[in-house]
């Protein structure tokens, strides 16, 4: 089965900087979508961002501007770097993957995920 495993993260003050990072073992040859997701205590797990095998990137009106996605498709990782962060993008940040596109890229229809890292924002 496909593993992902991220990595980074961790505490930064408002308006600092994170990077988390994601590796998947996912077939390269195959049609694929890659996210990041994110849920804060006592809300709804959002998407971030997800990343189509083409590299076209849709992202969140939360964080447009301030997040950045890179992926390196030959090693299958997917970056995402966070400036600008305030406390509202605290929270577990889970990265979900599955085959085929990314038209529908409800966090319901991910079959993969890894097992989360946490960012936290704060004073």
């Known amino acids: 089965e496909v593993q992902l495993v991220e990595s980074g993260g961790g505490s930064v003050q408002p308006g600092g900087s994170l990077r988390v990072s994601c590796k998947t073992d996912?077939?390269?040859?195959?049609?694929?979508?890659m996210a990041w997701f994110r849920q804060a205590p006592g809300k709804e797990r959002e998407g971030v961002v997800h990343?189509?095998?083409?590299?076209?990137?849709t992202w969140a009106d939360s964080v447009k501007g301030r997040f950045t996605a890179t992926q390196d498709v030959a090693d299958m990782i997917l970056d995402l770097q966070m400036n600008s962060l305030n406390p509202e993008d605290t929270g577990m940040y889970y990265c979900?993957?599955?085959?085929?596109?990314?038209?529908?890229?409800?966090?319901?229809?991910?079959?993969?995920w890894g097992q989360g890292i946490q960012v936290t924002v704060s004073a």
């Open positions: 979900a993957a599955k085959d085929g596109y990314c038209y529908n890229a409800d966090w319901a229809s991910f079959d993969y």
């Open positions: 996912m077939h390269i040859y195959s049609r694929w979508c």
């Open positions: 990343i189509d095998s083409v590299g076209k990137q």
